[in-house]
């Protein structure tokens, strides 16, 4: 009898310690129809540099880390994740991202942001003091052929336009795009494409739109979407079928790119080093490279 309390007693030792142990959920990355894979770049098991990079960077990434590498050849392996701001910046927070059965646990030395989202992180103290490092506008994303003659943001409010829209719970651009949304029509264009439209079906909101909305638009699923100008630059420029509507400027709203080192990184020294390369001249020229300006 007294075995058989002391077996139940180790084993409820057991779970409290198990329970006490467990870590915070993982962040979930599962979006249905979307090869998860493209925006995880590199190996994680031996990164000397991890970076989280809001997703509509992804298209610079390679020639910014080749850029920075080259600089830096004591830095040999980088990770670096582009999935949606407010989804990286839950991961800095619990530790842990989900991707179907994958779990990645690796802590990010840098995260690059908007100043809304690094604002947030800065003031709980889980980043260092931000650095803008280029700046980006607003532009809308349309098959080349344009069959629907868009020409504006007041466009997007009609009701035979079919509107992808980004997600404000996780992506940053949300916020300027109802901005813009307003220097162009008022209330009512926000409105028409924000409540209505999206209780009609007519606006789609994305998980990760530097994906979803190009994709969307190719098969027909949407007819436009605002992104940033530099993202349908770069697909009409490769000549994925994907042209860029610019908006006039009393319409653009532009936000500065900002980045910081993460509190706790585990590469420091080559964070770092990263940021100061990124604020760095030879930085700003692979972004401009891309159709990014300066920071204001």
Same mark, same amino acid.
């Given at each position: 009898m007294v075995f058989g309390m002391r077996r139940v007693f180790v084993a409820v030792l057991g779970l409290m310690f198990l329970l006490s142990a467990s870590p915070a959920a993982p962040v979930r990355f599962d979006v249905p129809g979307i090869d998860d894979s493209m925006d995880l770049h590199g190996d994680p098991s031996n990164a000397d540099l991890v970076l989280f990079v809001? $997703?509509?960077?992804?298209? =610079?990434?390679?020639?910014?880390?080749?850029?920075f590498e080259s600089e830096h050849p004591e830095v040999r392996h980088v990770f670096c994740e582009t999935l949606p701001p407010g989804l990286l910046a839950t991961q800095i927070e619990r530790g842990v991202l989900a991707v179907g059965e994958l779990r990645? *646990?690796?802590r990010a030395d840098v995260y690059l942001s908007l100043p809304r989202r690094m604002a947030a992180l800065y003031a709980a103290g889980r980043v260092g003091r931000p650095v803008a490092f280029a700046s980006n506008g607003l532009g809308i994303m349309v098959l080349a052929r344009n069959p629907r003659h868009i020409a504006s943001l007041n466009d997007l409010g009609r009701s035979d336009v079919r509107v992808a829209m980004p997600n404000d719970d996780t992506e940053g651009i949300a916020t300027p795009i109802e901005a813009a949304f307003r220097r162009a029509g008022g209330t009512g264009l926000l409105d028409a494409i924000? =409540?209505?439209?999206?209780d009609a079906g007519t606006t789609l909101l994305t998980s990760i739109h530097h994906r979803q909305t190009p994709q969307w638009i190719l098969s027909g699923r949407a007819d436009a979407g605002p992104v940033w100008y530099t993202e349908a630059l770069y697909q009409q420029q490769i000549g994925s $079928?994907? *042209?860029v509507i610019a908006l006039p400027p009393s319409q653009d709203v532009r936000v500065n790119? =900002?980045?910081s080192v993460v509190t706790g990184a585990p590469h420091r020294a080559a964070a770092q080093a990263f940021l100061a390369f990124l604020a760095s001249p030879k930085g700003l020229a692979v972004y401009q490279s891309f159709g990014f300006d300066p920071p204001r």
């Open positions: 809001a $997703g509509n960077q992804w298209f =610079v990434m390679p020639k910014l880390i080749a850029a990645i *646990s690796d924000m =409540v209505r439209k999206k $079928g994907i *042209s790119y =900002v980045a």
